[in-house]
């Protein structure tokens, strides 16, 4: 039997058995057809060859290229000068569609030097996304400003309407996150933003290159910032970009931590005898290296994401009759996952026998390997708003809460925030899917397989849950 037949018959087979695992939930049965790996079975990768997954996986695709241009840097001892970064910058610009580009030596700082360059500060709120990473936010309260989070849909892009609903007098901007590779609805936001003439920034670092209804993310806002780090999928190694088409914010970034480059976009009189020193107190050049090698990673990303989305479409096909699980993806048209970073699909306990996704995914990662952690895995940041960072630290020491240091004395902001139930609880309704990079599709089948496999056993999941719960 040649493979193709083997993967036809062992997915009508299985579809059967899933199809079977799932009626033997309501009678308590067994279902299921091969033992799973995580209750002693074989798994669907044999244990030894899960290492060799690795190639499948690794990120960047670092090529003799990215080696060259790195290692011209190093002979030249030019890791701390600025030409290839301004290469870097103006080929980034030109990608993105963008009148300006300035690179950072992370996507923390770039995204802090753009609420700065907004103008972002004391006794402005700046509203953001629960579901994202810290360094979407936390650097507003360096700025002294207040960070007030709102709710997220199903499809984890921030909730235009909860956006609107906490809004404020005193509300200056809006942090968008395009977590998870899904763009947010950028029609909706940006027209809440002109409604109440607010500053709009961009966080793309989960979606680099991604679009919505045909334009890149990261030219909507007044400016974008993101993280090119090494898991993300631009990714250079360390770095961050801020991305613009306005002069002014752009050089307001730069006169918070580009010191150097100060003296070139501020005259001598609006320095008014600071010279050059950053107003940020940041030192933001980015290592001639990882420039090198972005520049390199320009060359070939549009294709190497193009690859990825291959494999995830063969992927969703192959698991299309497995009933509980489906993929989230934009819903507009021209809209993408560009690049696929840390992508999250629904999970619906109740087609599985009640099983968690946190069983879900030990059952997966038990078949399958966990050689490098973009395989299967759970879903999803912990939800900011829940962090007492934001209502009761006094990070600064002067008496108050500092996220409410600079706003009126009275401002309760856990009821400003409010309760953000999707947030709160999309945990438990998602998990990462694996992030293939090559297209493969014999090895790919493995994980689809897979896939069937547990839903095939989701009854006897159930019963090793629940001995998990008593022991
Ligand atoms: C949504 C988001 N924003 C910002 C950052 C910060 O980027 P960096 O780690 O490069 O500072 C990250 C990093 O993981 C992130 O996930």
């Not at 990768?45 to 090529?63: C, G, H, S, T």
């Not at 088409?245 to 918070?256: K, L, T, V």
């Not at 090198?292 to 990303?301: M, S």
Request: hydrophobic letters at 40%.
């Amino acid at each position: 039997m040649n493979q193709e037949i083997q993967r036809r018959t062992f997915i009508r087979t299985s579809a059967a058995a899933a199809v079977a695992g799932m009626a033997g939930c309501a009678t308590g049965g067994a279902g299921g057809a091969n033992t799973l790996a995580l209750l002693g079975g074989t798994p669907v990768i044999a244990k030894d060859k899960q290492k060799d997954e690795l190639d499948m996986f690794q990120w960047p695709r670092v090529n003799d290229a990215m080696r060259q241009a790195s290692d011209r840097v190093l002979v030249g001892c030019k890791m701390s000068a600025s030409d290839v970064s301004m290469e870097f910058e103006e080929k980034f610009a030109k990608w993105q569609g963008t009148k300006y580009a300035l690179s950072f030596p992370n996507g923390t700082n770039s995204l802090n030097a753009a609420m700065y360059a907004i103008g972002l500060g004391a006794g402005d709120e700046m509203i953001c996304t629960s579901m994202t990473y810290w360094a979407s936010c936390i650097g507003a309260l360096n700025l002294r400003a207040s960070v007030v989070f709102c709710d997220i849909r199903e499809d984890m892009e921030m909730d235009p309407a909860s956006v609107e609903a906490h809004i404020t007098p005193r509300t200056k901007a809006i942090m968008v996150v395009h977590y998870k590779s899904h763009p947010c609805d950028m029609d909706a936001i940006m027209a809440i933003a002109k409604k109440h003439h607010l500053r709009v920034i961009e966080d793309c670092s989960h979606a680099q290159g991604g679009l919505y209804k045909g334009k890149k993310l990261g030219t909507f806002g007044d400016v974008a910032g993101m993280s090119l780090m090494t898991f993300k999928s631009f990714s250079i190694g360390e770095g961050g970009m801020m991305v613009t088409d306005d002069y002014e914010i752009y050089r307001r970034a730069i006169r918070f931590g580009h010191y150097e480059r100060i003296y070139k976009h501020w005259k001598p009189e609006e320095l008014a005898g600071t010279f050059n020193v950053p107003f940020g107190a940041m030192k933001n050049r980015l290592n001639q290296c990882a420039a090198a090698i972005g520049l390199e990673q320009l060359k070939k990303y549009d294709r190497e994401i193009a690859e990825i989305h291959q494999c995830k479409e063969y992927f969703y096909k192959g698991i299309a009759d497995v009933k509980g699980i489906s993929k989230i993806y934009p819903k507009w048209e021209n809209s993408n996952k560009a690049g696929w970073y840390s992508s999250v699909s629904h999970f619906d306990s109740a087609a599985f026998c009640g099983i968690s996704p946190q069983t879900f995914v030990a059952a997966l990662r038990a078949e399958t390997g966990t050689c490098c952690g973009y395989q299967f895995s759970m879903g999803c940041d912990f939800p900011l708003h829940a962090s007492s960072a934001f209502y009761t630290s006094d990070i600064y020491h002067t008496g108050r809460p500092t996220n409410v240091e600079t706003l009126p004395p009275g401002i309760d902001m856990k009821k400003l925030v409010g309760e953000l139930p999707v947030a709160s609880t999309i945990r438990n309704r998602i998990f990462c899917e694996p992030w293939f990079k090559k297209f493969r599709p014999e090895q790919i089948d493995r994980y689809v397989e897979a896939v069937h496999k547990v839903a095939a056993n989701a009854a006897k999941l159930a019963d090793w849950e629940k001995r998990q719960k008593k022991a």
